[in-house]
């Protein structure tokens, strides 16, 4: 068992490091002038009042680390993921297998991977484990078979994509919650004490930019996000005494068959699960796991007028018939 990197650079010394960073960072912003020195100001004060904050990173581009720890924490190491023992949930396509062989890639000791199927888990290096996260008695029996788990990826999910008004919106909705929301819930409710036995370990949430903002074309999915987000940072506070890490992971369109129909830019599988094992091992909070992801959570932070303009533009285009 190997939870937490204690055998590597102590929380300290990183800290200050990356207080340091995130010093010539906000230089970096001041001089390139796009968001202003005002944002630029307040970057500086974080990083000075915070050691540990990591905010903006090269040209005036928020970074994928975001919010981590408040000044003088010291209470527990940074994650490390060579040696760990994780379980992946919906690990049988997309996204989830990315999160499972990218946890393999860098030194996991095992990997469980979750799927409604098993069956459909066909990589040898993986342990397929039956779960179902809507269903209690598949997640308690999940959580048996799993007792030596220090790391758990909450990926399950579903996109069911209604306008809140619609027709059958409140059946999406209820479905996208069972999975999105009660599911992650369960799973991190059955995992706690388990996560706690073996060291505190680290949990991490896949959640979405509609975490941050409602789009009205698929409002249903927006909601449940936003709840999601809700109940991470919630279990974020309840954990921490007992060293367990909660990650937030924030991306835009990803390539996968959730996605599939979507005619927009999207992100690799790969880099979400390479950039997510990243703010594991630094002890973040929330990680941006895109560019999408970057754009949004800055444009929402500081030009909300803006950005809520442009949500209405969409909502009304779709109405007058313009695109389809």
């Not at 010394?13 to 230089?27: P, T």
């Not at 999160?99 to 990589?123: M, N, S």
């Not at 919106?169 to 999105?180: F, G, K, L, T």
């Amino acid at each position: 068992m190997v939870p937490r990197a204690a055998r590597s650079n102590s929380v300290g010394s990183n800290s200050r490091a990356q207080g340091a960073i995130a010093l010539r960072w906000s230089a970096e912003i001041k001089a390139c002038g796009s968001l202003g020195s005002g944002a630029a100001d307040t970057y500086t004060r974080m990083a000075r009042r915070n050691p540990g904050f990591v905010g903006y990173h090269g040209r005036a581009r928020p970074h994928r680390f975001e919010a981590t720890r408040p000044a003088g924490w010291n209470e527990e190491v940074p994650m490390n993921i060579e040696g760990s023992v994780a379980l992946v949930t919906g690990a049988n396509r997309g996204l989830g297998k990315a999160f499972a062989e990218a946890l393999i890639g860098a030194g996991a000791a095992k990997v469980y991977a979750g799927a409604r199927d098993p069956a459909a888990i066909t990589d040898p290096r993986l342990t397929p484990v039956s779960l179902d996260v809507t269903q209690s008695v598949s997640v308690a029996a999940a959580a048996e078979r799993c007792g030596d788990a220090t790391i758990l990826i909450n990926n399950a999910g579903i996109l069911l994509g209604r306008p809140m008004l619609a027709a059958g919106s409140e059946q999406a909705m209820r479905q996208e919650m069972e999975v999105n929301v009660y599911g992650v819930l369960a799973m991190m409710r059955a995992f706690a004490p388990i996560l706690a036995r073996n060291g505190g370990g680290a949990i991490a949430n896949m959640l979405s930019v509609v975490s941050w903002f409602t789009s009205p074309l698929n409002a249903t999915y927006g909601a449940s996000k936003r709840a999601a987000l809700a109940v991470t940072d919630a279990a974020r506070m309840e954990l921490k005494a007992q060293g367990t890490q909660v990650i937030g992971i924030y991306a835009g369109f990803v390539d996968t068959d959730m996605a599939a129909g979507i005619d927009r830019p999207k992100t690799s599988p790969r880099q979400v699960a390479e950039r997510t094992l990243e703010g594991i091992r630094a002890g973040v909070d929330h990680v941006l796991a895109d560019e999408r992801a970057e754009q949004v959570r800055h444009d929402t932070r500081f030009k909300p007028e803006a950005f809520a303009a442009g949500l209405q533009a969409l909502w009304d285009g779709r109405a007058a018939g313009v695109g389809r």
